[in-house]
């Protein structure tokens, strides 16, 4: 067993925490505050090749690993998490769908533009009334008499990158007494008719990652634009999901390491009674809690992205890792985070210091893409064989 990078994969780690570390902690705070989409960085992403790390290079991408992906957006959320989010969406909720069940056709021309940062992509699957229970949903696809197109009319709520995406993978019933079976995924080009935008949530986190609720009204999407065969959607959904529970994971990371090494530095400058707060008993013990725990998530989050690029060759999914390397990391950043601030006292609670903007922004990990409970449910599932 070996532990050592490859010289490619540390080349991309250094290569986006140079670009974190001089263009987006910088900005940061103000794209926070504003909530405004960070345009010229995400640019700038796409420039670098971050925006399709695993994209094969015949498809405008950087033909990278999963585990290259999993460094560079470390790397990414340890400056931002909203940053973070766009490039986890862009590349694994967006791109992975249509590389894994789309024709070249489909990916020259929706993966390469948004491969090389030329435009957005987001991921429409959750509706208002069915968030967890992904497959309750009420979004229709007809087919028209002529077999020509879809006529879509659906419901999204909660589309990261949606108030700025060019194309949408949306899923929706086309066999409504199929169930699961029924649902179909089809990508939508934002500018065409019947496709409209609702309002920017305001959020606790990750706020310059613009999220909002999306519509479809007879929308008509060509059956060309149709991805897999009917009925496929839902598989297709969750197959995604596995992939984007590994960018998770790793974003988690990347937040709850830069509020351990916020900590670990004010530990060693903060004196009170005479004495740096890091010689406090309490305190360390805190810093050796946060240590472990930040580690340990490392290395279940590298064995996930190792296993998805295994599993791929294979044709199997790679749910149970990825949903354990997402259910540990998410919850230790939120640890970590919280025990950042509280190591801060009142500072901590001060936008003066990104501390509480990491707080901010990893609670969301616990929540999007699967809950900690839904990955519970998976992790026990895949283990027991119970449903």
Not at 153 to 182: C, E, H, L, Q, Y
Not at 224 to 248: C, N, P, S, W, Y
Not at 317 to 346: C, D, P, W
Request: net charge negative.
């Amino acid at each position: 067993m070996r532990f050592e990078l490859t010289e490619e994969q540390q080349m991309i780690q250094a290569a986006a925490r140079d670009f974190a570390q001089s263009e987006i902690v910088p900005v940061a705070a103000e794209f926070d505050a504003s909530g405004q989409f960070p345009v010229a960085t995400i640019a700038k992403a796409g420039e670098l090749g971050f925006m399709g790390i695993e994209v094969p290079t015949e498809f405008g991408g950087a033909g990278l690993d999963a585990i290259s992906y999993a460094l560079m957006l470390e790397e990414i959320a340890a400056a931002d998490g909203a940053h973070s989010t766009i490039i986890s969406v862009n590349n694994s909720l967006y791109s992975n769908g249509i590389l894994g069940f789309g024709t070249d056709d489909q990916k020259r021309q929706f993966v390469t533009p948004v491969a090389t940062g030329e435009a957005i992509g987001a991921y429409a699957l959750t509706e208002p009334q069915s968030g967890s229970d992904s497959s309750n949903m009420r979004s229709r696809a007809v087919l028209s008499a002529d077999g020509s197109h879809y006529v879509i009319n659906a419901k999204k709520s909660w589309i990261t990158s949606g108030p700025v995406a060019k194309f949408v993978v949306v899923f929706a019933m086309t066999d409504p007494d199929a169930g699961a079976r029924g649902v179909s995924a089809f990508v939508v080009d934002t500018d065409q008719p019947g496709f409209s935008r609702g309002k920017t949530e305001p959020k606790l986190g990750i706020r310059a990652s613009a999220t909002c609720e999306i519509e479809l009204t007879d929308y008509r999407c060509p059956v060309e634009h149709r991805l897999g065969e009917e009925g496929e959607g839902f598989k297709i959904a969750m197959t995604v999901l596995d992939a984007g529970r590994i960018g998770i994971a790793a974003q988690a990371i990347g937040i709850a390491r830069a509020a351990y090494e916020a900590s670990v530095q004010y530990a060693q400058e903060r004196i009170a009674f005479g004495a740096p707060i890091g010689s406090f008993q309490m305190n360390q013990a805190k810093i050796a809690d946060m240590k472990t725990r930040l580690e340990a998530a490392r290395l279940l989050t590298l064995q996930a992205a190792w296993s998805k690029d295994a599993a791929k060759k294979s044709g199997r999914r790679n749910t149970l890792n990825a949903s354990m390397a997402k259910l540990y990391a998410s919850e230790a950043a939120m640890f970590i985070t919280h025990a950042a601030v509280q190591m801060h006292g009142g500072m901590g609670y001060s936008k003066e210091l990104p501390v509480e903007r990491y707080f901010r922004d990893a609670k969301i990990t616990e929540i999007y893409e699967g809950t900690s409970e839904i990955q519970r449910m998976v992790i026990a599932r895949a283990e027991t064989g119970l449903r």
